[in-house]
């Protein structure tokens, strides 16, 4: 028996090296990559902004396919697309956007011709609101004035939440928290990534020159919103019944498994900056 428990723990931490290793990893070419087009702005930025999101839509559908649902992908990706292209030639046609997505997809749905034709509809759009409004402030934040500054930081913070949680949940979790939602989650984890947002930021904010309780609140923030974000996109895979969104980055799961927490970040601190800052 004790062959057999050290067996399956050797296992266990075996596996979990592992993915920590493709983690890493992942962060060493990934972060470069995007901080870089952050920096560089411009075309380059919104064509990073734009694949992301649209890997993302396509997980999110698919996942709603594989639970049984009939998604309409056309629309629901086409309608990301607009709203970033909406954001891209500043914001004025987004009432007409919205009014022709209900009547094209309504539309459309009437030869869907399946039982759950009403639920199918109800994900092609939300899935789309859901991505595409939310993951257009990375594009809105980095148009801001200090725009590259502020958006680097706010990405920089939101990983810092995430590599906190994991490595305080891993290594002190022992209280659930939001079991139901996600069985690993620990109160443990969740105060290690807000402390880890909130060191991150008051540290940026020292270097840019931003005010103590300016980078509390904005570190704060972005620690709560990222983890809500994270719990958000929980909910939509347990009630699709799926463990990733996908398989695209290793170690980390799919492209919406590394943006949930981001997609709710960006929204945040975007609106941080331009009512409390005041940028």
């Known amino acids: 028996m004790y062959f057999v428990l050290r067996s399956t723990y050797e296992s266990h931490a075996s596996r979990e090296s592992f993915v920590l290793r493709y983690r890493l990893a992942s962060a060493v070419v990934l972060i470069p990559l995007i901080i870089g087009s952050v920096i560089w702005g411009g075309l380059a930025f919104l064509a990073l902004v734009a694949v992301c999101l649209l890997i993302a839509g396509f997980e999110f559908f698919q996942m709603a396919q594989h639970a049984g649902h009939h998604p309409n992908y056309v629309v629901g990706i086409g309608l990301i ?103 690993k989650k620990t109160w443990e984890g969740a105060i290690g990534g807000l402390l880890a947002a909130t060191v991150a930021m008051v540290g940026f904010g020292w270097i840019v020159d931003l005010g103590l309780l300016y980078a509390l609140g904005l570190g704060l923030g972005v620690g709560i919103a990222a983890t809500i974000g994270d719990l958000a996109e929980s ?29 709710f970040a960006a929204v945040f601190a975007y609106y941080y900056l331009v009512w409390i800052v005041r940028v």
């Not at 810092?160 to 209280?175: E, K, L, M, Q, V």
């Not at 895979?237 to 997609?263: C, E, F, N, T, Y």
């Open 235 to 263: 909910v939509i895979k347990r009630q699709m019944d799926a463990k990733d969104s996908g398989a695209i980055v290793p170690g980390h799961g799919g492209m919406l498994d590394r943006m949930d927490s981001l997609l």
């Open 81 to 183: 697309a607009l709203f970033l292209v909406n954001v891209f030639t500043g914001g004025a046609w987004l009432r007409e956007i919205l009014t022709a997505a209900l009547v094209v997809s309504l539309a459309v749905a009437l030869f869907w011709r399946s039982k759950d034709w009403i639920v199918s509809w109800g994900l092609t759009f939300v899935g789309a609101l859901y991505i595409g409004v939310l993951g257009s402030y990375f594009y809105l934040m980095r148009t801001l004035p200090d725009g590259a500054m502020w958006t680097a930081i706010v990405l920089l913070s939101a990983w810092a939440t995430d590599s906190g949680a994991y490595i305080a949940g891993h290594r002190f979790g022992r209280h659930g928290f939001f079991t139901s939602i996600s069985p």
